[in-house]
């Protein structure tokens, strides 16, 4: 989908320390991470987490339907899912909704108190975790999304490396380091349509 000319804004590496860049880009500045890996280690995952802790990081990773997920990814799944940003909003419609009901009946005074609590309820679910790390997941379980992206917004490494020790240590993978910053506008927008596909 992406050829990449060969150019002074990007270039190839080919080898088993896939790591020594992808892990740079992770762990450098910038306000925000996207990473598209089908595959993600446990130690890769808790690299994400504290990488959000600095910038927002966003996270595409599949999950096949039917076939049998390794104990690793599903450790690395479920640490991401248990960091990852969430806004719980039932409790704060339910709220709303029962101080609508309450106030219909005209009894203000329990209206004001639950009103009260709606609002608490929301600042705790909202407000109370702009302090909190800035991870955002998403596990698809639809069609298996293959491919390797990693995007910041001064570089972008597309190629074969799967976020995992194999992927990043042992395996001979080929990954595409990316300078050029309409190369790299241009991945970050096919991140963001897999994002909400």
């Known amino acids: 989908m992406f050829g990449l000319p060969a ?28 990473v ?19 910038k927002s990081v966003y996270v595409i990773v599949s999950r096949r339907k039917g076939a049998t997920t390794g104990r690793s990814q599903r450790a690395a ?15 704060v419609l339910a709220l709303a909704a029962l101080t609508a009901v ?25 407000f109370s975790r702009l302090g909190m790390p800035r991870l955002h997941l998403k596990v698809s379980d639809g069609p298996f999304i293959h491919e390797k992206l990693y995007i ?7 190629g074969s490396a799967n976020l995992t020790y194999s992927g990043m240590h042992r395996n001979i993978e080929h990954i595409e380091i990316i300078k050029d910053r309409s190369r790299i506008r241009e991945l970050s927008s096919h991140f963001d349509r897999l994002w909400v596909s």
């Open 152 to 158: 910041t917004e001064d570089t972008a490494i597309v």
């Open 7 to 34: 150019s002074q804004n990007s270039s190839g590496y080919s080898g088993s320390d896939s790591y020594r860049h992808i892990e740079k880009l992770i762990k450098g500045s910038g306000s925000s991470l996207k």
């Open 36 to 54: 598209v890996t089908p595959f993600i280690s446990e130690y890769y995952s808790r690299m994400l987490f504290e990488a959000s802790k600095r």
């Open 102 to 126: 309450v106030f219909s009946m005209r009894y203000y005074s329990a209206a004001l108190l639950l009103f009260a609590l709606t609002a608490l309820a929301a600042y705790l679910s909202f």
């Open 77 to 91: 799944i479920d640490f991401l899912e248990s960091k990852a940003k969430k806004v719980r909003l039932k409790p």
